[in-house]
């Protein structure tokens, strides 16, 4: 795979780690009843979307990792030490 495709993956995996960070915080922020209409979870209920901000927050990190290792290896050229 060459390094400009790679680079683009990376991007595109941090772009969307970024956006679920912002739905976490979304959801941390703002009452239940107040979310933006773009975000599900308006019908009653009573904590669940603590656990959803939970996990767009775990799903944030998890994507901004996975974009930090494939930068890492493309920065560096993708060479294996020699042994």
Known sequence: MPNSAK???????????VLALVVAVIYFTVSIHSLPSFIPG???VTGHYHKRGAIAAV???VLLAGAAVIG???SRGGTSPAG
């Open 7 to 17: 680079w683009a993956v990376c991007a595109i995996i941090a772009i969307v780690g």
């Open 72 to 74: 890492f290896r493309t």
């Open 42 to 44: 308006k019908h009653a």
């Open 59 to 61: 799903i944030g990190i």
